[in-house]
């Protein structure tokens, strides 16, 4: 059965970093690519980043990119969400979401799969 776990999330100031987690187990999650996505309270979910099976293709949203890095390590079964110069408008809930089979990664499509884990809250502020 598919299962994704998020941990890593919590409380820190503007300017301060968060590391997210994602265990991933029930399907092989060396052929899938991968993403999160986030929700604010009383905003539309955004699409923040994604990438290919291998690891070698990634995509960011443009409100997190320069600051945000995508990880997997598929020994491990685990994605990584490392998060860094975070400002009060990152404050959501993240969630990581199974992405298609293979290089293709995209966040304009990053729902389609309908499956994703419980979400872990980051909250940004002094």
């Known amino acids: 059965q598919l299962q994704l776990v998020e941990s890593g999330g919590g409380l820190v100031q503007p300017g301060g970093s968060l590391r997210l987690s994602c265990a991933a187990s029930?399907?092989?999650?060396?052929?899938?690519?991968m993403g999160w996505f986030r929700q604010a309270p009383g905003k539309e979910r955004e699409g923040v980043s994604c990438?290919?099976?291998?690891?070698?293709?990634?995509n960011y949203a443009d409100s997190v990119k320069g600051r945000f890095i995508i990880s997997k390590d598929n020994a491990l079964n685990t994605v990584y969400l490392q998060m860094n110069s975070l400002k009060p408008e990152d404050t959501a809930v993240y969630y990581c979401?199974?992405?298609?089979?293979?290089?293709?990664?995209?966040?304009?499509?990053?729902?389609?799969?309908?499956?994703w884990g419980q979400g872990t809250q980051v909250t940004v502020s002094s």
């Open positions: 979401v199974l992405g298609y089979i293979g290089e293709y990664c995209g966040l304009a499509d990053i729902f389609d799969s309908g499956s």
């Open positions: 029930g399907f092989p999650l060396e052929y899938y690519a």
């Open positions: 990438i290919s099976a291998s690891g070698g293709s990634t």
